[in-house]
């Protein structure tokens, strides 16, 4: 006879398993909070947007510069150029080099569709370096 213990061995199994049932809730509740959150994220509210007071950066001898004035009529450099001339007379201008950086002025009134219109026409031409001329204020 048998005194002592009132168990067997194999009531003690020991489970080798991670329980992953509390870091599923967490991830849920995370989904949650990001599906209702990136929709506030997004904002439809019209801006001007205020000058630029970022630090100068050094500007290249001959910069290559686009303006887009009011009446949507384009100019490269002093020349004014029509949208079909574009690509032409930039490789003229930056002699196909197309990591040359290029700037865009645009004046307030001008849509925000037409500057990217622009962005676009650059960009397939080649050019990915783009940048955006502002007013310089200082605080």
Known sequence: MQLGNSYNEDDLVESHEINVTPFIDVMLVLLIIFMVAAPLATVDIPVDLPASNANNQLRPETPVIFTIQEDLSLALGDNPISHLQLAAQLNQV??????????????????????????????????????LVGLETTE
């Open 94 to 131: 930056t002699a196909g080099d197309r990591d040359t950086r290029l700037f865009i002025r645009a004046d307030k009134a001008v849509p925000y569709n037409e500057l990217m219109v622009l962005m676009n026409k650059l960009r397939a031409e080649g050019y990915l370096k783009i940048g």
